[in-house]
């Protein structure tokens, strides 16, 4: 069977790279695209890198346009999508990019982005601790899926092992992210401008406002944390154009051992294709998964700091999005899970 596709949000950065990974699966038409301000503009004219998708016209996001495919894509800036996912109840497949569908309680909804509340969808993150097993099988048949925020399923990814296994204490997480200015997206924004970050490192969101910190905890306490979950969370933004290195810090639950600590990385991660740990005392580059569905993580337990420290590196196009959603889309449809994704990056 071919599924007929429509994604929003075409003429964007993550619509843009679900279209780059749908361009290669054998499984999908891509029928319909959409934008906002270009409508009505040839694709290519967006995407000049989409060569295959050359025929295609970005047409107004509405939803009589998105109505009528097997699957729909939101690739919208976040309070978007929930008017049209409202409008898409006949559509047996819809994955929103954006916030809207991510977080499962209105308080948190309401204190970090504002604005209607929506129901929470099955989060795309497969690979994600949750309740003993893993997200995977949440979305197994699923016909609403919400992915990630890309800082997010960072973070959450390199600390649920250890929330999971006990080995970590979930109150008094610190995390360091270097990404890169495409995470904030394509409209133009003055203090993302080639003069005001090439060649210098800006914090931004500094002291517990950043939207993707309430995803990391409800993420952490599905993969069992259980008391006070305290996320110190500093992003800094840096002159690449893609790609998040992320380092995150926890203390060492009482009494576990080295070896606990790094069985609970390994059991989680061993099986898996797109997360994978790398050999002790070796750490990961952006390079490495630039362009591919890749986290690549690097564990060391500092006895002196009484610390676990996770460095992640993803990219925030890929693994952080567009590849989370085709990945997810695989799973639903019981598509093999890898299907259109590589776990190979683009370096130098
Ligand atoms: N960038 C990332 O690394 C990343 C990672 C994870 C999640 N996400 C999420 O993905 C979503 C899209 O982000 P992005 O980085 O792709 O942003 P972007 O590059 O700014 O693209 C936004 C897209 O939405 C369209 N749009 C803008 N306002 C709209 C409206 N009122 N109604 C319908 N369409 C509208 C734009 O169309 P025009 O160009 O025609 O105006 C454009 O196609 C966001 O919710 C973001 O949080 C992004």
Redesign the pocket.
Known sequence: MTYSVAV????????GEILRILAAHPDVEIRTVT?????GQPLIQHQPHLRSLAHLTLSE?SPEVLAGHDIVFL????G?SGQYTDALGDTPLVID???DHRLTTQAEWDRFYGGDFHEPWAYGVPELAVDGGKQRDRLVGANRIA?P??NASTVSLSLAPGVAAGVIDPSDIVTMLAVGP??A???LKTNLLASEILGTANPYAVGGTHRHIPEIAQALRGAGAGGRIGISFTPVLVPMARGILATSTAPIAPGATDEQIRAAWESAYGDETFVQLLPAGQFPRTADVIGANTALMGLAIDRDANRVTVVTAVD??VK??AGAAVQSMNIALGLPEGTALTVNGVAP
């Open positions: 929003s949000g075409a003429s964007g950065y993550a619509g934008a906002h301000s270009n409508a996001t690739a919208l800036p976040h978007q990019a954006g916030a992915a925020g890309c495409s995470g997206g394509k409209s925030n196009l952080g999005t």
